[in-house]
């Protein structure tokens, strides 16, 4: 089912396939993919998901027609393999930028792939590659942003309503969304390597403060620094410098 493409885009939002329901717009994405050739930029958005899925198995929870569900397919074969976490990153960086027409401050991005507003999440980022050999043949980068829903049962999360009282327009926030994922998308083209992470380290939630952590069980104090080249997180604990993948490290308080 075709949907009204996004006008001011050059190539995401071009091809836009719309769907009432879905059981997630990553696994549609996939299914379109092996049936059919699409062009990159391609988006697939649904009302609602069956099925959406959060980080560690987790359920995105949102209701229907309240929120952004879609999924973007790129096609970021001049990025290394060891280089996927730009992806995040970028669509991090796209996500802040849109918010940040509605939101005055405080939103940032929590390593490695949700949108806080304070202490309450708002949006979260699944990345999902193909790659071959040394590089990235095409990512579907999914995407779920809380922007009319009020109410999130005992979850710590936040919506564009709660935060600034104001019900929006889904679409306009979604070609928002689009237009400054081209941007940062097109940066990252050019090697603009530099300037994604000093914007990403601006953002990096508790990034020098003193804050929590669970490591292998064990509670421990310590401060965000920032990310390395790989995409690890850099927490310095008791006056070292250490470095963690996905997982090995729970934020706590």
Not at 19 to 34: A, G, I, V
Not at 65 to 85: D, G
Request: aromatic share 10%.
């Amino acid at each position: 089912m075709m949907h009204k493409f996004f006008a001011k885009t050059q190539f995401i939002g071009k091809n836009v396939i719309y769907l009432p329901q879905c059981h997630s717009t990553n696994t549609e994405m996939q299914t379109f993919l092996k049936k059919t050739t699409l062009e990159e930029g391609t988006v697939v958005m649904a009302d609602f998901q069956i099925k959406g899925r959060g980080q560690l198995n987790g359920r995105w929870i949102s209701q229907k027609e309240k929120n952004i569900l879609m999924s973007i397919l790129l096609n970021p074969t001049f990025l290394s393999l060891h280089q996927q976490y730009y992806l995040t990153i970028i669509q991090g960086l796209a996500i802040t930028d849109a918010l940040g027409h509605f939101i005055a401050n405080d939103v940032k991005i929590k390593w490695p792939n949700d949108i806080y507003v304070g202490a309450n999440k708002i949006a979260g980022i699944l990345i999902e590659a193909s790659v071959s050999k040394k590089s990235i043949d095409h990512a579907i980068i999914g995407v779920g942003i809380n922007i009319n829903q009020q109410e999130f049962g005992t979850l710590k999360a936040t919506s564009v309503l709660l935060e600034t009282g104001l019900y929006q327009n889904r679409d306009h926030v979604m070609e928002l969304i689009l237009l400054y994922m081209e941007k940062w998308f097109q940066k990252l083209k050019n090697k603009q390597y530099e300037e994604i992470i000093l914007k990403y380290h601006a953002l990096l939630f508790w990034r020098n403060e003193k804050h929590t952590f669970r490591v292998q069980g064990e509670p421990m104090e310590g401060k965000i620094q920032g990310i390395n080249d790989r995409g690890q997180l850099i927490v310095e604990i008791q006056g070292k410098k250490r470095t963690f993948n996905h997982k090995e490290l729970i934020f706590i308080k």
